[in-house]
């Protein structure tokens, strides 16, 4: 079987006198090298400089609020169902009288947190949800110096209220009318298959 | 006469610091050039362009736990590598580093120890060399030290025979043993790697031989053994080991430079119209510059060629570089007898 193109046929045979005395080989080998000296390097200084990523990059979650600041998650659990890795985990309150600005409907996550280091960044969690309340961001996730660091809650996942995190980049308007699209069977409704 | 002496405790001082600062300035060196031909940076964090690097490293060394092994001979232990450090600076001294300067009608010579036998303290140091590895390896009370300590020292002293026997060619065609020299007639006549690059060749070999340098690295071996000899060394005392290392590098790339490549005479230097001091101060840098240029095909070689097998390694040494040598003994002979110099 021939997979790559550069495979070539290996033949034992007696080395020739300048073979032998190796001194072109090394010669030749020490040119490459030296050519090397002068090439681009690949090395990214991280801190000041970082890579370029995918618009659409997968990094660390955020929990978004809508236009009046309140919290859009209903901590319905869809996201920790399609979650592959089981990397999320919440639990539900109910929403007490005079906090209807903080959260947008009756049932709000008391508890949300996402083990980062079990998490594989695949986006189901993003795709499941019915609020568009998580998203998944340009942002790399912090290393740290222990495990338990590792599980972010509500505090590092939900956005700021001033600094708010910019998910356009992912929910294209395309991406919008997908989601929401009912001819896809993910979006269909029990009923709406039942009349199928 | 105090006057000399004086200027001798100096000059030794001066050698000795700049020995120092070279090689530690040679560990940042070979890590940035062995990244740059491997297409990366290099240590850049500490200081600017991480010329820092070497105070970082030699603290570091300094602040690690010092660990003597229970059954260890302690005053041997300490001894290995106090000795390689030893004879590793003691080469020094035979080295002409320039042709001397005159102040106020004093001759202030570039020559710590100008002795008539130089060449052969030389190869007497480096063989004293042997024994800061053997005690070093022999005292830690471990097979695998201990082994990696005969390696050593059996290569060491393979490869001592045929630098002896290359120099021996030089030795026939210079007519004296003394340094200083040999340096000054690379100025009347050509630089000796003309009559003898053969003989360079199998010197170049057997420096990296003797310096444990790769493809000859095998008594550290680190990226695939134990750590041989200093495989029970910490702190300091392992730092002492590897920087000898590159203390040797420098030394012998000096002996190079000064023994086939002229030492501190360049070309054209008589029709510069200098006189004097000035042109002394540009011959010895001028030699620093030499030893830069040896030091540089040390780390190249380094970081382009692999390891050596052992066996192939004792092969080159007896069966390949011994009877070249000897044959470039011999056409030296010859070539001098045809030519009336003999």
């Known amino acids: 079987m021939n997979l790559t193109n550069r495979s070539k046929v290996v033949a034992k045979k007696e080395l020739t006198l300048m073979e032998s005395m190796y001194l072109p080989a090394i010669f030749k080998g020490m040119a490459i090298t030296l050519s090397h000296l002068f090439k681009r390097k690949a090395t990214i200084k991280y801190p000041e400089e970082t890579r370029e990523i995918a618009p659409v990059y997968r990094g660390q979650h955020v929990l978004k609020r809508d236009e009046a600041g309140a919290e859009r998650c209903t901590a319905c659990g869809l996201c920790a169902v399609a979650c592959p890795a089981e990397a999320i985990t919440m639990e539900a309150g109910e929403r007490e009288k005079g906090e209807e600005k903080l959260f947008r409907e009756e049932k709000y996550a008391k508890i949300y947190e996402i083990n980062m280091l079990r998490c594989i960044f695949c986006g189901l969690c993003e795709e499941a949800c019915p609020k568009e309340a998580i998203f998944l961001t340009d942002r790399i996730v912090p290393s740290s110096f222990t495990r338990g660091e590792e599980v972010f809650g509500k505090d590092k996942l939900v956005e700021g209220l001033e600094e708010r995190v910019d998910v356009t980049k992912r929910q294209t308007p395309d991406v919008l009318s997908f989601k929401q699209d009912k001819k896809h069977a993910h979006n269909q409704t029990f009923q709406d298959r039942l009349k199928q | ?342």
């Open chain 2, 1 to 342: 006469m105090d006057q000399i002496i004086i200027y001798k405790i100096i000059l030794c001082a001066i050698v000795f610091v700049v020995t120092l600062g070279a090689a530690a300035y040679m560990t940042w060196g070979e890590r940035k050039l062995a990244s740059w031909l491997q297409d990366r940076v290099g240590p850049d964090r500490a200081g600017p362009f991480g010329l820092l690097q070497p105070i970082a490293d030699g603290l570091k060394m300094l602040f690690k736990e010092e660990m003597i092994p229970t059954h260890s001979n302690k005053w041997l232990f300490i001894l290995g590598p106090s000795f390689f450090m030893l004879t590793a600076c003691m080469t020094g001294a035979v080295i002409p580093w320039g042709a001397g300067f005159t102040i106020d009608g004093t001759f202030f010579p570039m020559q710590i120890a100008d002795i008539n036998i130089g060449l052969l303290y030389m190869l007497g140091v480096v063989s004293i060399g042997v024994y800061g590895i053997m005690i070093g390896g022999w005292s830690s009370n471990n097979k695998f030290a201990l082994l990696g300590a005969l390696r050593a020292s059996s290569q060491m002293i393979s490869y001592e025979v045929a630098m002896g026997l290359a120099l021996i060619a030089l030795v026939m065609l210079t007519g004296t043993l003394n340094l200083g020299e040999i340096v000054a007639q690379q100025d009347a006549d050509y630089a000796y790697i003309v009559y003898q690059p053969l003989g360079f060749l199998i010197f170049l070999i057997c420096a990296f031989a003797e310096t444990n340098r790769a493809p000859f690295d095998l008594p550290e071996s680190e990226s695939e053994l134990v750590g041989g000899f200093h495989t029970e060394y910490s702190s300091m005392k392992l730092g002492f080991f590897l920087f000898a290392e590159y203390i040797n590098m420098f030394i012998s790339s000096a002996v190079m430079a000064s023994l086939y490549f002229g030492g501190y005479n360049f070309p054209f230097q008589h029709e510069l119209g200098l006189e004097g001091n000035l042109l002394s101060a540009i011959q010895t840098a001028v030699f620093l510059g030499k030893i830069l240029i040896f030091i540089f095909v040390f780390m190249w070689v380094r970081w382009t060629l692999p390891r050596f097998r052992y066996d192939q390694l004792m092969n080159l040494g007896w069966k390949v570089l011994l009877p070249l040598a000897i044959f470039n003994i011999f056409i030296t002979g010859l070539v001098m007898y045809f030519t009336g110099k003999l």
